[in-house]
């Protein structure tokens, strides 16, 4: 089982009760342990590619190369490769949003209020 991030809402439970997400891995493990097979949990740090990331923030893959390489945006290599961890993804995503909202604010106050 392949637990997705973006699937992943932590504000989704009500207080004591499991997300969805952790009856299904819980049910998985259930029956894979009864079954006498041994069970091995593991966990990742999910990367993307330039392209990824790219197609994501509607950016160019060079374009995210370029700010790889100026420093704005923090990859690892992978053999040849940048690789950028989710969590660097979703600091440049909610940076870009922040941005988008502060450029465009005076024009949405001029739509609403004249």
Known sequence: MTLDPDQVDPT?????T????AGDLLGRVRAAAEAGETVTVTSAVRMLTPAQVGRRLGLSRSTVTR???????HAVMVGNRHRIPYP????????????????SAADVEADLFG
Request: a positive charge; aromatic letters at 10%; proline letters at 3%.
């Open 88 to 103: 660097e993804y979703q600091r440049v995503w909610r940076e870009l949003a922040r941005r988008i909202a502060a450029d």
């Open 18 to 21: 499991l997300p969805h997400w």
């Open 67 to 73: 700010r790889i390489a100026r420093g704005e945006i």
């Open 12 to 16: 989704s439970t009500a207080a004591g």
